[in-house]
């Protein structure tokens, strides 16, 4: 049986969530009770669950059911084995992204000196702010909870459902399985219906 690893962009994600339901709340209902009616198995990590609860705004309360479909646990960390390659091309990854933050604030630094026009200032700093955060974190794991999705998704042999390029890049990295997240509905109900074809772990 098939096992799916969410990270929240199934629910916050317009472009994913909307298959399931016109806003947040009703696509979160409506993802729940497709899942009732599946075989599959849906895990989130704690660190990632306790996220989502904290979107009480855009999500509203969480209800009983989410837990009774999708299984909340982290990641064995302390038992999991990871190739070193991975550790070092993360390293190295970082290491050019920081020099390249770096190079970023020299070039504003050095347009808001040589400008005269002060009233620039508050736009080149939000511009600088743009860049930076795009140089810094895009195409990257950058978070404790894209860390325990993948770990978690890495021990479980299980399908990795996100829209975060970055996440999907280093899972690609290490061999996790992937899903488009805007075709999750369409795998479900193939799997409700018990179609040939929806087995991921073949």
């Known amino acids: 049986m098939d096992c799916f690893v969410l990270d929240t962009s199934v629910f916050t994600n317009p472009d994913v969530y909307a298959q399931f339901g016109g806003d ?6 409506g993802f729940l009770e497709l899942a009732r009616r599946t075989q599959l198995r849906f895990f989130m990590p704690r660190s990632v669950y306790e996220e989502l609860r904290q979107m009480k705004s855009f999500l509203g309360t969480l209800p009983a059911a989410f837990e009774a479909s999708v299984r909340v646990r982290s990641p064995r960390k302390f038992n999991l084995q ?6 070092y091309e993360l390293i190295e990854e970082v290491r050019q992204r920081v020099d390249r933050g770096r190079q970023i604030a020299e070039e ?25 955060r795009e ?68």
């Open 82 to 87: 990871l190739p070193a390659a991975m550790v």
């Open 108 to 132: 504003y630094a050095k347009a808001v000196r040589e400008s005269d026009q002060e009233h620039d200032l508050g736009r080149a700093i939000n511009r600088l702010r743009e860049r930076y």
């Open 135 to 202: 140089a810094l974190r895009q195409g990257i794991i950058d978070s404790r909870e894209d860390m325990d999705v993948l770990l978690l998704a890495y021990e479980l042999d299980g399908v990795l459902v996100s829209a975060d390029e970055g996440l999907r890049k280093w899972a690609d990295k290490v061999g996790v399985k992937l899903l488009s997240p805007e075709h999750l509905r369409r795998v479900m109900e193939l799997c409700a219906e018990d179609a040939p074809g929806a087995d991921f772990n073949r």
């Open 24 to 29: 947040p709340p009703e696509a979160l209902n």
